[in-house]
């Protein structure tokens, strides 16, 4: 009977002892469950997190390659800065100018051997036939120079198209010296000329005396000759030349803005087809310039944001 006891609680002893071990493994189990899961999820956080930064990087990309631009030399003070600065933001991409005139540039986008077209003036209707698009990015002033010693300080508009018509010769007639004037303008298929005789309604109807191949050109040209008379681009102007007012009005841009200075034109860059349609590069660099510190660039060159 004794040993019939003894033997049952030797029984429920090992009974409770299993029951005690089972009940500690399966504790030990659920917390290994629970830290196994939670270092899954951890590594899993991780690991999404970097592919998130790496995914975020690929977005915002670094872009590598090259983008070739073709055309206004008026446009050059402003193209050369936006290449600058667009190419500090970019260290993999190179922004190739060339400043050959508006009718070229216009060309070497329509026939795919430039990426930017830049013009000095609007498209015409026949360009835009071929699938050209006019993205405006600035509006410049063209200004109206003659030499430092010229005493006239102020044109007309119908003085202004006197003058460039043929029809007075010499600035004593505009209050001026007893002096010839001497008619400097841009070669055919400048946009600034284009612009220029489209505003003065002179359209291949002008008289001039020297035709140059370039803004620059222009200025030096006016700056060394007395009585001469030319147009610039506003934002190249500077102390080597006088300009004119015209109709009493500075050419500035608070003035060109409001629209009480007749002679200003639109700076576009041309691309084949919308600016959705062109490479991630093309794409980037219209954001920037439509982006407030694009616009703020704008202003720096002493050009008016299109928008």
Partial sequence: MKKNYIKTLAITGLT????????????????TKASDTATTA?????TTAAESTTAKGAAS???????SMVGSTSMEKFATALS??????????TVQAEFVGSGA?????????????????????????????ENIVAIDGIAV??????????LTKDQLISVYGGTVNNWKDLGGSDQPIVVIGRESGSGTRTAFEELLKLEDKCKYSNELDSTGAVMAKVASTPG?????SLDVLDDTVKTFKLENTEPTPENIKAGSYFLSRPFVMATKGEISAQNDMVKALFDFIYSDEGKELVKS????PAN
């Fill in 16 to 31: 409770i002892l299993a029951m005690s071990s089972l009940a500690g493994c399966a504790g030990k189990t659920a917390e």
């Fill in 42 to 46: 951890g590594s899993k956080t991780d």
């Fill in 61 to 67: 990309g670094d872009l590598k390659g090259s983008i």
């Fill in 84 to 93: 600058e600065v667009f190419m500090e933001k970019n260290p993999s991409v």
């Fill in 105 to 133: 540039g216009i060309e070497a986008v329509g026939n795919g051997s430039a990426d930017i077209g830049n013009s000095s003036r609007n498209l015409k209707d026949e360009e835009k036939a071929k699938g050209i698009n």
């Fill in 145 to 154: 120079v003659t030499d430092t010693k010229n005493t006239v300080g102020n």
């Fill in 228 to 232: 001469s008379i030319g147009y610039v």
């Fill in 301 to 304: 060159v002493g050009l008016i």
